[in-house]
């Protein structure tokens, strides 16, 4: 779960998975939202990989990146754990949000 965390502090990831929120988008279109090197793209694209929030396809000769819902669900069961009981728990199992069971 660090590594989910540490993926998106930094704005430019958090940007990526709200954009992915819509559905999946080829790394092309991805980086044409920035205005950074492509290979800084691919790094902030390969940090959310790594992390999990994302998954890859290979669509001919593009990859298409989608958000991986399941790791953002952890994280965010987290956080709701830490506000309803201010404990940190990060080894404790995360409840699944209600309606996503």
């Keep these: 779960m660090n590594e989910v965390f540490k993926a998106l502090s930094h704005p430019a990831r958090r ?5 992915l929120r819509s559905g ?8 044409q939202a920035f205005d950074m090197a492509w290979p800084t793209v691919t790094g902030h694209l390969n940090a959310l990989k790594d992390a999990g929030l994302v998954e890859t396809e290979r669509a001919g000769t593009s990859i298409r990146y989608r958000l991986n819902i399941t790791a953002a669900q952890e994280a965010v069961g987290f956080l709701m754990d830490l506000m309803a009981t201010g404990d940190a728990d990060a080894t404790a199992p995360v409840r699944p949000l209600k309606g996503t069971d």
């Design 24 to 31: 999946p988008l080829a790394s092309g279109d991805i980086a």
């Design 15 to 19: 940007k990526i998975v709200a954009m």
